[in-house]
Nanobody
Framework: QVQLVESGGGSVQAGGSLRLSCAAS????????MAWFRQAPGKEREGVAG???????TYAESVKGRFTISQDTVKRTLYLQMNSLKPEDTAMYFC?????????????????WGQGTQVTVSS
């Protein structure tokens, strides 16, 4: 089992920044992937950014140049730095953990999920 605990959400005005964190209880494999997903009311969950155990990153087109995913493997913590936030970034943000070499930005690649943290961006 892997427990994931997100923090760092909140309310900001458009153009502002937030940093999300996700603490993992353990890694179950040397070859893992972690990602941030988001889900707005009435919409499907979408992949925002992902990172593999070798630190290769992948971003959704909608956040490229604004969001940065990173990890601290000693602390087993995943981060998402979000800059230039837009109202359309408003959603519940979830951290996810999976193993192997699956596709990074699809929910089916992940076995474990956090409870989520709300991000609200006002115009």
């Amino acid at each position: 089992q892997v427990q994931l605990v997100e923090s760092g959400g909140g309310s900001v005005q458009a153009g502002g920044s937030l940093r999300l964190s996700c603490a993992a209880s353990r890694y179950t494999s040397a070859f893992y992937l972690m990602a941030w997903f988001r889900q707005a009311p009435g919409k499907e969950r979408e992949g925002v950014a992902g990172i593999r155990s070798d630190s290769r990153t992948t971003y959704a087109e909608s956040v490229k140049g604004r969001f940065t995913i990173s990890q601290d493997t000693v602390k087993r913590t995943l981060y998402l730095q979000m800059n230039s936030l837009k109202p359309e970034d408003t959603a519940m943000y979830f951290c996810a953990y999976g193993v192997g070499y699956a596709e990074v930005l699809i929910p089916e690649s992940y076995n474990y999920w956090g409870q989520g943290t709300q991000v609200t961006v006002s115009s």
